[in-house]
């Protein structure tokens, strides 16, 4: 008789456990598809959170190159720079649907009120530079009874325009003050293609063209470095808010497509870096 209880109590025991395992797992389910809910309100309701931003008024350009010739930086309008920059971070955060005002010079911003946010881009930097670029192909020797293939890389110097940007970030709460960076670069357009006879020659045969860099690419680099901060920033403001709401339980991280849906990943892919 006691070896029978012994085996309900273990029956009871590992039922329980059981069970004690599908609450864990449905109160975890909850609460994530709880977190994620707060990342929709967020984006719902963006409307409601308010951007102000300020920029800079000069560019930094900076010739890294070992030559010291600039092939861009001297033909750009610093100007045509930052507005490039500058309308299209206003409007990409206005697209995710943020209300976005954007500060002259001569504005004096007022206390933060909950939910304002000040976005100042506080430096802005074009840099020149040479950056090694390559051509890698597979050989289809014209001898097919060799059987064999060979992976050589074609080495080439060319030149890379990188553009920097850092965003001085504040909200009512002084002690919550960021600094993020970003960056983005663009280079010649290499291409082109190797050949080799046969796979018992070192000789081989390089050609290959190199459409170089110019000044709309720069203006087109602005445009690109803000679409994307934007697009993080937007990822940023939607993850701290589901901190706040869920007192930093929530370990998950939620991001936003072009086509404005939200995403949840264990880590972020791609995130405006803090200083």
């Not at 009871?12 to 389910?29: A, D, G, H, T």
């Amino acid at each position: 008789m006691m070896m029978a209880f012994k085996g309900l109590f273990s029956k009871i025991k590992i039922m329980n456990s059981k069970k004690l395992m599908i609450i864990c797992l449905f109160v975890l389910c909850s609460f994530s598809g709880i977190a994620q809910n707060w990342a929709k309100k967020f984006l719902k309701q963006a409307n409601t959170q308010t951007v102000y931003l300020s920029t800079t008024d000069n560019v930094f350009f900076t010739n890294l190159k070992s030559s010291l010739q600039n092939f861009v930086l001297d033909s750009l309008n610093e100007e045509k720079i930052i507005s490039s920059f500058v309308e299209e971070f206003a409007e990409e955060l206005s697209y995710y649907g943020l209300n976005v005002v954007v500060l002259s010079q001569q504005d004096t911003l007022k206390i933060l009120k909950d939910n304002e946010y000040l976005l100042h881009i506080a430096q802005i930097e074009l840099q020149e530079m040479d950056v090694m670029d390559s051509i890698k192909n597979v050989y289809n020797f014209r001898d097919e009874t060799y059987g064999e293939v060979d992976t050589v890389a074609f080495y080439k110097k060319v030149n890379g325009l990188s553009f920097d940007v850092w965003l001085d970030f504040a909200t009512d709460d002084k002690q919550e003050h960021k600094i993020f960076y970003t960056s983005d670069i663009v280079t010649d357009d290499l291409q082109g293609f190797m050949e080799k006879d046969n796979p018992n020659t070192d000789t081989v045969f390089v050609s290959y063209s190199i459409t170089p860099i110019n000044p709309n690419d720069a203006y087109t680099l602005a445009f690109l470095t803000a679409n994307k901060a934007s697009r993080l920033m937007f990822d940023f403001l939607m993850n701290r808010y589901v901190w706040i709401k869920t007192n930093g339980e929530d370990k998950h991280y939620y991001s936003i497509s072009v086509d404005k849906e939200i995403q949840k990943t264990d880590s972020p892919e791609e995130i405006l870096e803090i200083l």
